[in-house]
């Protein structure tokens, strides 16, 4: 089994730069693969590997500057979720584009998963889903507020448009792992709202700690690996990955008329050209002879 562990830490790193290379050669040695973020604000990723390899490397990230108290996410898998080890360097961990955003600043009441039914169905609070679209279309909490945007940086003009549907409301938000909601509930402070809440831990905290009769998730989480999506008790869920538009699919989704391979599924068929599905098809046929050579390739998912 492989350990996979998904974290982030909101810090000042003066020079990231100087952190990237120790980084990527440690995770090398030890046979890690995965991907890592750094920035000026912090480090964000998920890396998967042999239990020892992944011990030492979240020792390295612990005694970076102001890291000591890193929190992470563990869970395991059966085939490697990754295909190579990327550290790279960023503007933001997660991208808002907001710079006056600090986590660190404050942040929202956090609130443990086992207390979270409780919160989001007081008839005052307002649960919003801050993930991307793609996202919420495959699971999320019953009676969330679904604000439809493609992107996080798309977050900020939402709740400007639709801040007056939440006048006297307090304000529950989560996401996958907890890093968005870090800064949606820093900004959402900023913007004047007074009680913001947000699930610690995320989803994925959530699915792990509730047990699935007594949660109020509704269908399986998107994650950020070659699982594509898991569900309560973070299993492994059904879906695949389409790898023209990296949206998650289902296993019935392959059999649909616009389905091609590492081209296009029935969600994007009809959003790239001609020109786009000819270089995909020269992708998956050098992904086919190299499957074909031995040689085992995982594509890569979004990034949260």
């Known amino acids: 089994m492989y350990r996979i562990a998904a974290l982030y830490h909101f810090t000042r790193f003066d020079d990231p730069a100087t952190i990237q290379g120790p980084l990527q050669a440690l995770c090398e040695v030890e046979r890690i693969s995965g991907s890592l973020l750094l920035a000026r604000e912090g ?19 612990r005694a970076l500057p102001g890291c000591a108290d890193l929190e992470w996410k563990d869970s395991e898998s059966a085939e490697q979720p990754f295909r190579r080890m990327k550290v790279r360097l960023k503007k933001e961990i997660v991208t808002m584009g907001k710079p006056d955003v600090d ?46 945007t493609p992107t996080f940086r798309d977050f900020p003009a939402w ?11 307090r304000i529950a938000m989560f996401c996958t792992g907890g890093i968005r909601c870090e800064k949606s509930t820093n900004y959402l402070l900023g913007q004047g709202v007074e009680e913001v809440y947000h699930l610690k831990g995320g989803i994925l905290k959530y699915l792990e700690e509730v047990p699935e009769d007594q949660s109020t998730w509704r269908g399986e989480c998107f994650v950020f690996d070659g699982r594509v999506s898991v569900g309560h008790g ?21 059999r649909h008329p616009d389905y091609e391979e590492g081209v296009a599924c029935h969600l994007c068929a009809q959003q790239t050209s001609e020109a786009d599905k000819a270089r995909f098809r020269e992708r998956q046929k050098q992904i086919a002879l190299a499957e074909a050579r031995g040689e085992r390739h995982i594509k890569i998912v979004h990034e949260e």
């Open 103 to 148: 986590p660190r600043a404050r942040v929202g009441h956090y609130v443990e998963p086992i207390e979270w039914n409780a919160l989001i169905e007081s008839p005052d609070v307002a649960v919003i889903d801050t993930r991307n679209d793609y996202e919420v279309a495959i699971g999320t909490f019953e009676g969330a507020v679904d604000p439809q």
């Open 159 to 169: 709740w400007e448009t639709n801040k007056h549907r939440f006048h006297n409301k």
């Open 234 to 254: 973070l299993r492994t869920g059904p879906h695949r990955l389409c790898h023209a538009c990296r949206r998650p699919i289902l296993p019935e989704d392959m």
């Open 43 to 61: 480090i964000n990723g998920t890396i998967a590997g042999p239990q020892a390899g992944i011990a030492k490397v979240l020792a390295h990230i």
